[in-house]
């Protein structure tokens, strides 16, 4: 199947998030999708790692609400909640719009990649690189961070964490406490 048409198939099959409300004077817009939050999440997040890293990381999204009724709207929610993923902690504190966002997303040179797989993991059609991962962090080089819940291993203090995979500078757990 052509790019195009998978791309096409898969936005049929996803959900809008609603434009903002109107101001007393306001231009209209298209509005934000939910496929673009995610693909932003993808290129904020890993954009630097290419294919796999973006692929590793929907994988943690899907992992994370894959259990909801709701699931594109839970993927969407567990991207936007606080603290979680930091590429939308600006948005999250108000100091940025999510069409700012998005649109600086989407001049990344790895957008059309982040979209296909948004997409993919959007429709459950993505397979999982990371066996079952709920949480990542950066695990080397200079932008390292070591976040309390990371395995001992790593620096952090989870005792019942587990290390799944490492791609890139990420790595990638489960069984976080």
Known sequence: MRYDDLVKQLLEAIADVPPPPPAIIQKAEAPIRNVDIIAAALIGEAGGEGE??????????????????????????????PKQFSFFNKYNLGREDMKHIVNRAKQHANWNIAEKIALEGLSKRLPDLTDGATHYHVSSGKSKVTPKWTTKELGGKSSSAVITNTIGRHSFLKNVD
């Not at 590793?56 to 909640?81: C, E, Y």
Request: hydrophobic share 45%; net charge positive; no cysteine.
């Open 52 to 81: 796999k890293g973006m692929h590793a990381v929907m994988n943690v999204i899907v992992n994370r609400s894959r259990n909801n009724s709701d699931f594109v709207k839970a993927a969407v929610q567990t991207v936007l909640k």
